[in-house]
């Protein structure tokens, strides 16, 4: 168990469709990461927020946005949803600003689109 | 940009024998560091091993170990005496201060360790 918690586990909705994804990093943690993980692809970088701000952005679509909030949770909201938006989305968590050390992953959650 | 390439989509051991994978990297940074993460069926994304490059001394952490090429930018994983737990897919990442991305991982190695 990594300390990171991610809700729901799976979710399945229809295209044109808006959800939201929680995670609450670990205790202590004041960096979060999305993460998008397609089918048999590695991991493709979203955003970064450390300490309620966004600190980095990665190839995420305009129909997709984050925060975090006062208590550090995040939450990543996708909207208008494609077929193609179906993937497992990662978040994770580190202590500092940048992951020059570990950074610690949720469960995932599991997105399908039909 | 950095660009992180595993070159192996696929790859078998027999339990306890060794196995390399392979990872090179593209950059034009001197400092950065260099990560193998490890995706088991569970799909949980655990660290392996780490490595920083203005180190010179190649990282290890039990059976797993890095052979840490600066100048080839190359930095394989080696895992000893395999074990059925080690079954999963296998991911390096790259994180340099001058990047705009945090972590830059490769397409992944799927390792299967086989009895």
């Known amino acids: 168990d990594s300390g990171v918690t991610q809700t729901p586990k799976h979710l399945i909705t229809a295209t044109g469709q808006r959800v939201t994804l929680r995670c609450s990093p670990r205790?202590?943690?004041?960096?979060v990461y999305w993460y998008q993980q397609s089918l048999d692809q590695g991991l493709q970088f979203l955003i970064q927020?450390?300490?309620?701000?966004?600190?980095a952005k990665g190839n995420i679509l305009e129909r997709f946005s984050a925060q975090q909030f006062p208590d550090l949770h995040s939450e990543l909201n996708l909207s208008s949803l494609e077929l193609g938006d179906s993937a497992l989305y990662f978040c994770?968590?580190?202590?500092?600003?940048?992951?020059?050390?570990?950074?610690?992953f949720g469960p995932g959650t599991r997105l399908t689109v039909t | 940009a950095q660009t992180v390439t595993q070159s192996q989509p696929e790859m078998s051991v027999q339990e306890a024998e060794t196995v390399t994978l392979s990872c090179t990297y593209d950059?034009?940074?001197?400092?950065?560091?260099l990560f193998w993460y490890k995706q088991p069926p569970s799909r949980q994304m655990i660290l392996v091993i780490r490595?920083?490059?203005?180190?010179?001394q190649n990282a290890t952490e039990n059976r797993f170990s890095v052979n840490f090429q600066k100048a080839a930018k190359s930095f394989s994983l080696k895992i000893s005496d395999s074990q059925l737990g080690d079954t999963a897919m296998y991911f390096c990442?790259?994180?340099?201060?001058?990047?705009?991305?945090?972590?830059?991982f490769g397409k992944g190695t799927r390792l299967s360790v086989i009895a």
């Open positions: 994770a968590s580190s202590i500092a600003g940048v992951p020059t050390n570990e950074q610690y």
């Open positions: 205790s202590g943690d004041l960096s």
């Open positions: 927020y450390y300490n309620g701000e966004e600190r």
């Open positions: 950059t034009s940074e001197s400092n950065y560091y």
């Open positions: 490595q920083e490059a203005y180190k010179q």
């Open positions: 990442a790259f994180f340099s201060y001058s990047g705009n991305t945090p972590l830059v």
